[in-house]
């Protein structure tokens, strides 16, 4: 399970050193944030969706819905409420609690874990097609941009980071795959969205920027997403009767730690910044312990 770690640790090692060196420029985390956000993003769950089989375990799903609505919405409710976060701010902390990396870490710890990464593309079809599209709204409400039913039906065609996903869902779906002229640019460019997220990271580490507000912030989110989001889990699909192999998956998949893309949406919208960098950096660290444990006792 170590081996899945490396390369997170390796490459936002490397975007640390960078902007320690200042090799890339002042705006580099800027611009590479950006990128990322608006075409590489996109372009890399664009491929790896339509070229996927879509399968559902719907039982199995619904307990994985369950405790993300649960985590994410006590976190927004913690944020909003008792430390009176802006609604943008308390998105990213909701967001920071409960959305899991199901990309470049999720895929290595379900190969090794499981076995295999089907469960894990129903969690990540969830994640862009459901999730993120709340996500979205409430940052755009946060950001200060008026909720039109016009607005809401567009999204899709308006923000790159749902309409890859969706487009690639659809593709799986209807069993087409686009000419190659089509996803070998999109795959190659794709290509670049995970090392550039991570490089993104570690240069948001040299910047200076302001510390996470109130004590315990990033602690309390950690919590959330390493111990109560699985517990959630597992409590849910035991209620609901999910078989032991299935248990063992959607427990995994919970306990997955905060998606870099919690930082990249932050960074975009200004909002949560030093909260979403610092708990993706926790949760990163510790989850290879907590993951383990699962492994053990559920294995």
């Known amino acids: 399970m170590l081996a899945a770690f490396v390369p997170i640790w390796v490459l936002t090692g490397l975007g640390w050193l960078i902007g320690r060196r200042r090799l890339l420029g002042a705006e580099a985390e800027r611009v590479l944030g950006g990128f990322v956000f608006h075409l590489a993003m996109p372009a890399a769950l664009f491929t790896a969706l339509s070229r996927t089989r879509l399968e559902v375990h719907p039982t199995a799903l619904a307990a994985f819905a369950a405790s993300t609505a649960a985590t994410m919405g006590l976190a927004f409710a913690l944020g909003a409420v008792l430390r009176r976060r802006s609604t943008g701010e308390a998105t990213i902390g909701a967001m920071a609690a409960g959305y899991v990396n199901s990309a470049n870490l999720g895929i290595p710890v379900a190969l090794q874990v499981l076995g295999d990464a089907a469960f894990l593309t129903e969690v990540l079809?969830?994640?862009?097609?459901?999730?993120?599209?709340?996500?979205?709204?409430?940052?755009?409400?946060?950001?200060?941009?008026?909720?039109?039913?016009?607005?809401?039906?567009?999204?899709?065609?308006?923000?790159?980071?749902?309409?890859?996903?969706?487009?690639?869902?659809?593709?799986?779906?209807?069993?087409?795959?686009?000419?190659?002229?089509?996803?070998?640019?999109?795959?190659?460019?794709g290509a670049a969205a995970v090392p550039t997220a991570l490089v993104v990271l570690g240069l948001s580490l040299t910047g200076g920027g302001p510390r996470p507000r109130g004590t315990g912030e990033v602690a309390v989110l950690s919590g959330l997403k390493l111990l109560a989001q699985p517990l959630a889990a597992w409590s849910v699909g035991l209620l609901l009767g999910v078989g032991p192999a299935d248990l063992l998956a959607l427990v995994v998949c919970a306990a997955l730690p905060t998606a870099q893309n919690t930082y990249i949406f932050a960074r975009e919208y200004g909002s949560g910044e030093a909260v979403a960098r610092e708990t993706v950096i926790v949760t990163t660290a510790l989850s290879m312990g907590t993951l383990a444990v699962i492994g053990a006792l559920l294995g």
């Open 125 to 189: 079809l969830f994640q862009v097609l459901v999730v993120t599209p709340v996500i979205l709204v409430l940052l755009d409400r946060g950001a200060g941009r008026r909720l039109r039913p016009g607005r809401l039906l567009t999204l899709p065609l308006r923000n790159p980071v749902i309409a890859g996903p969706a487009l690639g869902a659809l593709c799986s779906g209807l069993g087409w795959r686009p000419p190659d002229v089509v996803t070998g640019p999109l795959a190659l460019l």
